[in-house]
């Protein structure tokens, strides 16, 4: 059932896998400084220290962000005109919010009032928690099912349970996505977030900031556990989707064209694991994502870096889980099942996919290594940025 086009959808599949990854990896450290920042620094040399560790770098590390917007256009059309017209008031909301960051980093210190400060204080810590419990809200949602269907004309959404063809589309509301798994999902993606966020702040820092630093390490990688595991044994109880060739065709790529009748869905208790007793390898994903974990609670007090790896491995392993249960769906319907999306007949043509790997081999590589080299001249090695030190280049820093 696998041919060269089947092949190479599945390889852009695990390539935009590592591209969300990468996102994961960098922009959470960042978005979970900016919430950490309001709270854990108890004076404004604190607060300033805090800002400074991700403040240098925060518009690269977006960047992954874009290029994760990027590939999901690239690969997946379909899927990217669905879910961005579909959800469009959550993703503005998540950019109205990515909105007050560079603000913050940039005013916040341009007038020496406390007023001044602790506003532009909260709008760091809500455009840095607002985005990430949003996309979070949105994963948790894909294991629910999105309210969409086709029309004869168009792809339609109708959010709500009362989804029906030929009546207008209700006006969007984050409401209907906040349902309680997805609210689940949504708080896991914040935590993970402020142990990630903990992480980068305590191999930067010293002295008392590393200290609350490595006691919000501890506790936000126990919760990461928990809820972890929860979302694992809530999956048990919610109707899964699993997706089958539709008799008649004889490979997967050949649901590219007939996207409404080249698959047959089901739907069972618990199908979001089924993948796990049919790829057994897959396990690996959970079991990183709790050794990543594990690894920040032991190591946090004493091996500073290794904490950080052992968060980044948590990163790694939730991205993956979240992937591998989904397989091979990318926007399961609620209202159709058989109209989801799957990577089989949801992307671009094999010309197109076979371009985008080979720029994506060229430029992924080059981007990383200077995201590196940056990292480095940004920090050197075992360079760590204190309040006296924040206090003694008031001028020269943010």
């Known amino acids: 059932m696998m041919d060269l086009y089947s092949i190479i959808q599945l390889i852009s599949w695990l390539a935009v896998g590592l591209i969300m990854f990468l996102t994961a990896a960098t922009i959470c450290f960042d978005f979970g400084a900016g919430i950490l920042a309001r709270f854990v620094g108890k004076n404004e040399n604190e607060k300033r220290t805090i800002i400074n560790i991700v403040a240098p770098t925060w518009d690269g590390n977006q960047v992954w962000l874009i290029i994760a917007g990027a590939g999901l256009f690239a690969i ?17 909301v998540v950019l109205w919010a990515l909105f007050l960051r560079p603000v913050s980093f940039e005013y916040r210190h341009k007038i020496q009032s ?25 994963v948790g949602n894909l294991f629910l099912g999105l309210p969409f269907q086709f029309d004869p004309e168009s792809l ?42 903990a992480s ?42 699993h997706w089958q060739l ?28 089924t993948n796990y007793s049919i790829y057994p390898w897959m396990i690996i994903a959970p079991v990183i994502g709790f050794l990543g974990a594990l690894m920040v609670m032991k190591f946090a007090t004493k091996h500073t870096v290794l904490a950080f790896s052992g968060s980044v491995l948590a990163c790694l392993g939730s991205v993956f889980t979240m992937g591998f249960s989904l397989f091979p769906f990318i926007m399961p319907s609620s209202l159709s099942p058989q109209q989801s999306f ?16 080979i720029v994506a081999i060229i430029m992924l ?9 940056v990292y480095k001249k940004m920090w050197g090695r075992g360079v760590k940025l204190t309040p006296e030190e924040v206090q003694q280049r008031s001028h020269e820093l943010y």
């Open 76 to 92: 997946w059309p379909r899927v990217y005109a669905g879910s961005f017209s579909g959800m469009y008031l959550g993703i503005l």
């Open 114 to 138: 406390v007023k001044w400060t602790r506003f532009w204080d909260w709008m760091l810590c809500l455009g840095s928690f607002i985005p990430i419990l949003v996309i979070g809200v949105a």
């Open 156 to 197: 339609r959404f109708y959010y709500g349970a009362q989804g029906v063809l030929g009546q207008e589309p209700a006006f969007f509301s984050l409401l209907g996505l906040l349902m309680p798994f997805a609210l689940l999902v949504g708080i896991f993606a914040v935590v993970l977030s402020v142990m990630h966020g």
């Open 200 to 241: 980068y702040c305590a191999m930067r820092t010293s002295g008392v900031l590393y200290h609350r630093f490595v006691k919000i390490q501890k506790i936000s990688a126990f919760l990461f556990i928990l809820l972890f595991a929860i979302a694992g044994i809530w999956l048990v109880f919610i109707s899964g989707y």
């Open 246 to 273: 539709s008799a008649g065709l004889t490979s997967y790529s050949q649901a590219i064209f007939h996207p409404l009748k080249g698959g047959v869905v089901t739907l069972t208790k618990g199908g979001w694991l």
């Open 342 to 357: 799957v990577i089989w007949n949801s992307s671009s043509s094999l010309t197109s996919l076979i371009g985008i790997l």
């Open 365 to 373: 590589p080059i981007i990383f290594i200077y995201t590196t080299f």
